[in-house]
Structure formats: C-alpha cells, structure tokens
C-alpha cells in the first residue's frame, strides 16, 4: 500500500506538460535534462532506463487512453515520482511484449528507493488507469499544479 511519504514524492516541478519528444530514448533524454540538475539521478539513469525499457516494456493501453510506467533500478540519488503528459503521444512498446504499440499520453516515471514502494505505487497506479473516470480527469489538467494534485487525489 502506498503512504503518505510516497505521494509527498509527487510535485509540480517533476511534473511535465511542454515535453515533446519522438521515441523513448529521447523522452528519457529530455527528462533527463530536467532531473538530473535537481539532483535526482544518478549518472547511469539515462543508460539504465534504456537498458530497462527494451528487456522489460512499460507501455500500457487502457479502455481509455495509453500509459507508460518506465523505472529502473539502482539509478536514483533521492525518491522522486515524475509525471509527463507529453505534448504528442510517445510510443512505448507494450507491457509484457503482447499486443500492439501504445501511444503514450501520460508518462509516470517511478525514482522509489523505498522497499516495495516501487511495486505499491505501480500497483496503485494501474487500479487508478482502469477506472476510465479518473483517467478522464487526470487528462483535462493542463498545468502541472493540477496534474499533481489531481493523481494525488485519485491515488489516496
């Protein structure tokens, strides 16, 4: 179960609504750039995402929209949760390798250097994609003050 602490890693500066990026690799590299002067990665974040991503996809097609949940291991300095909702859908290969290419409307890139908090978050992160309702309103925030508060509200 998620906790307080985890959605306290949930900010408006780690959320991105201007990002427009062609494929994962540059998503990564964009969001890198944000990041990294924040002090949230390590230097072998961008790699490590990467490597991540092509042995174990994160895209995901929902009733109502396409997600992506990219994380890596071992390449976060400080516990962070970022938030893309990219300016044009990115393309992510599909969770598990079955089915078809998903178009990436919102991105949730977990940093959780908690014990289990990476498997909490996700799991609560795909009961809140399934529920077409809040999918539906977490998408008309433009800003990312509302972004957050928004998936705050439904993960809670």
């Known amino acids: 179960m998620i906790d307080a602490e985890d959605l ?26 944000r990041l990294e002067p924040m002090g949230y990665t390590k230097e ?10 092509r042995a174990y996809a994160t895209g995901l097609q929902t009733p109502t929209i396409g997600v992506a949940i990219p994380h890596a291991d071992n390449c976060v300095n400080k516990a962070y949760i970022a938030v893309v909702k990219p300016v044009k859908p990115v393309v992510f290969q599909p969770m598990g390798g079955i089915g078809d290419e998903v178009q990436a409307e919102l991105i ?13 978050m996700l799991q609560a992160l795909m009961k809140v994609f399934m529920d077409d ?8 925030q433009h ?14």
Do not use: S, Y
């Open 8 to 33: 306290d890693l949930l900010k408006p500066e780690l959320a991105f609504t201007d990002i427009e990026a062609d494929d994962t690799e540059d998503l990564f590299q964009k969001m890198l750039a």
């Open 44 to 53: 072998n974040w961008l790699d490590a995402m990467i490597t991540r991503e």
């Open 133 to 140: 309702a809040a999918v539906a309103d977490i998408m008309t």
């Open 143 to 156: 800003t990312p003050e509302e972004l957050v508060t928004c998936i705050k509200r439904h993960l809670a």
């Open 108 to 120: 949730i890139n977990l940093g959780i250097v908690r014990e289990g908090g990476q498997v909490d």
